[in-house]
């Protein structure tokens, strides 16, 4: 099983949709979350850290399950500009470094947005 | 603050012949990194280093070398290109590399190897 799985996408919305990506990881001992979105041919950018709380910020929710092993993203109210690829972002723990900053990068969910 | 920068943009190399790759950061981050980002595979960590005059091995070490002589910079060297090594590099850097950290990412450096 790799580390960090994602469907690829892409998914293609209509503008005002509801878009939800789920990704799995594979070490329950990771200790942290997060999404970073990456625009076409730009560098990736955080977009938020997943609590195991859930956290909120604007029109995006980010969710974790430790029990499943998954995080969300939901999107509400999609707008063109969301269009790229959403990355799953995890800190293995007792990786490379443990908890020296190494993180394990999914491949990424194409997203795009329609008007 | 200008962030993360590299140099260069992008280069075609043609196979055997070697470079150079630069990473400099202002935000007087103690972490940087190096990764490579190929179609389908998704980032992959080169080398990374916890400070001035450290460096360890990531994922896909081989065929490349760093050094990290001054805090700010962190060079990323292939002494005899492949056109296995064809790929972006991004540099990356957090502050203390903790569990919540961010990573601060370079805008890339295109690398075609002939």
């Known amino acids: 099983r790799k580390e960090v799985e994602q469907d690829p996408g892409p998914f293609n919305v209509p503008e005002g949709a509801t878009v939800a990506f789920n990704c799995t990881y594979s070490?329950?001992?990771?200790?942290?979350f997060f999404w970073y979105r990456q625009d076409c041919r730009k560098e990736p950018k955080l977009l938020m850290s997943?609590?195991?709380s859930g956290n909120e910020d604007g029109r995006f929710t980010a969710q974790l399950n430790r029990a499943s092993q998954y995080i969300s993203l939901l999107i509400r109210d999609s707008k063109l500009s969301d269009s790229a690829t959403y990355l799953c972002v995890v800190n293995p723990q007792g990786g490379y470094g443990g908890s020296q900053g190494n993180l394990i990068f999914g491949k990424g969910t194409k997203l795009s947005v329609k008007p | 603050n200008a962030g993360v920068t590299q140099t260069p943009k992008f280069r075609v190399l043609k196979t055997g012949q070697s470079m150079t790759l630069l990473c400099a950061q202002d935000m007087n981050h103690e972490y940087m990194y190096w990764y490579r980002q190929d179609p389908g595979m998704g980032l992959r960590l080169i080398h990374y280093?916890?400070?001035?005059?450290?460096?360890a091995k990531g994922e896909v070490p081989d065929g490349y070398n760093v050094s990290r002589l001054k805090k700010q910079n962190f060079l990323l060297g292939l002494e005899s290109a492949a056109p296995s090594q064809t790929s972006v590099y991004f540099c990356a850097s957090s502050a203390l590399g903790s569990l919540q950290e961010t990573q601060y990412f370079g805008p890339g450096t295109r690398l075609l190897v002939l």
């Open positions: 070490n329950s001992a990771s200790q942290s």
């Open positions: 280093s916890v400070g001035e005059g450290t460096t």
């Open positions: 997943v609590y195991s």
